[in-house]
């Protein structure tokens, strides 16, 4: 005799109300140390935190610009820039960079 169960169909004998019992795990040894709470010092951190991220797009900012004078050193910073996923934060330098290199250089196969 044999049983053939189909995936989609419980087994005849299954109960959905089957009493499970409680696991009784030892208190964590880490404690509470990774629970999220609300505190002056969070609130002054993420201020830190916020300043050096704006620090951090300016510093991106005059880097994009100062390799304006390099078209080859300006399309690899922007390329760097996007493959690290944050060009959002410069989608407007980004776009006036592109735009300052085709308006420069494309006319340059028409001269050779």
């Not at 969070?42 to 620090?55: C, G, N, P, R, V």
């Amino acid at each position: 005799m044999s049983t053939d169960y189909s995936a989609c169909s419980p087994a005849p004998d299954a109960n959905p109300e089957t009493n499970r019992r409680a696991a009784n795990f030892n208190p964590s040894t880490w404690g509470n140390s990774f629970i999220m709470t609300n505190s002056p010092d969070d609130e002054i951190t993420l201020a830190h935190k916020e300043q050096q991220l704006e620090d951090l797009k300016e510093e991106v900012r005059r880097e994009l610009k100062a390799a304006a004078g390099d078209p080859s050193k300006q399309l690899k910073f922007i390329d760097a820039v996007q493959r690290l996923g944050v060009a959002y934060h410069f989608e407007k330098e980004i776009e006036e960079a592109l735009q300052n290199t085709y308006d420069n250089y494309h006319c340059i196969d028409d001269i050779k």
